[in-house]
């Protein structure tokens, strides 16, 4: 988010790992305004099923801005059903082109199960090289930890929430309370 437009806002850790044939989108529960934590308990994970084919959507930034943009990416998945790349670049190039949505503040984490991608506001649709994604104000730890613990034996749900304990303790902007959904 924005400091100028959003000043003292923080919150929001959106981690997705993919292993074994699954993936899993986990982010934590935390909205804070400066030093204050005024929610512990966000859902900032959706799972979405246009046109029968199961997708989840992790958010961060405005909460909003968030829902704006995923009633968006539900439309451009009904219009082009199991083509989540299609989508995700047409809900780019909208968000990046429209008066009205260049103005919103949040990012998009996104996968079916297959594939994974980040998308922002900038026009960006980004497929992570190293089976892991991560956005938010405690994104990059979360990353880090998982890129590290996927050197490790454990499955792509355990993954995830030991990346994201890591990010709770070392975030003050993120916490252990997680919300978790899993595709494959």
Same mark, same amino acid.
């Given at each position: 988010?924005?400091?100028?437009?959003?000043?003292?806002?923080?919150? =929001?850790?959106?981690?997705?790992?993919? @292993?074994?044939? &699954?993936?899993?989108?986990? #982010?934590?529960?935390? !909205?804070? +305004? $400066?030093? =204050?934590?005024?929610?512990?308990?966000? @859902?900032?994970? &959706?799972?979405?099923?246009? #046109?029968?084919?199961? !997708?989840? +959507? $992790?958010?961060?930034?405005?909460?909003?801005?968030?829902?704006?943009?995923?009633?968006?990416?539900?439309?451009?998945?009904?219009?082009?059903? $199991?083509?989540?790349?299609?989508?995700?670049?047409d809900l780019a190039k909208?968000?990046?082109?429209?008066?009205?949505?260049?103005?919103?503040?949040?990012?998009?984490?996104?996968?079916?199960?297959?594939?994974?991608?980040?998308?922002?506001?900038?026009?960006?649709?980004?497929?992570?090289?190293?089976?892991?994604?991560?956005?938010?104000?405690?994104?990059?730890?979360?990353?880090?930890?998982?890129?590290?613990?996927?050197?490790?034996?454990?499955?792509?749900?355990?993954?995830?929430?030991?990346?994201?304990?890591?990010?709770?303790?070392?975030?003050?902007?993120?916490?252990?309370?997680?919300?978790?959904?899993?595709?494959?």
């Open positions: 988010m924005s400091e100028d437009k959003f000043p003292g806002w923080h919150g =929001t850790t959106i981690l997705a790992v993919r @292993r074994a044939g &699954r993936v899993v989108v986990a #982010g934590d529960g935390q !909205v804070s +305004v $400066g030093q =204050t934590v005024m929610k512990g308990t966000a @859902r900032k994970v &959706r799972r979405l099923n246009p #046109g029968g084919h199961e !997708v989840v +959507v $992790g958010f961060a930034g405005s909460t909003a801005d968030a829902f704006t943009l995923l009633e968006r990416l539900e439309k451009k998945l009904e219009a082009a059903p $199991g083509q989540l790349a299609r989508a995700c670049v909208d968000w990046r082109m429209d008066k009205y949505l260049r103005n919103l503040e949040a990012m998009l984490i996104v996968t079916d199960g297959r594939d994974i991608f980040v998308v922002t506001g900038a026009g960006d649709v980004l497929e992570p090289e190293h089976d892991v994604a991560a956005i938010g104000s405690g994104g990059n730890f979360a990353l880090a930890a998982a890129r590290g613990l996927m050197e490790s034996d454990l499955d792509a749900e355990a993954v995830a929430r030991k990346a994201m304990a890591i990010a709770a303790d070392i975030c003050v902007y993120t916490n252990g309370n997680l919300t978790v959904e899993v595709l494959g």
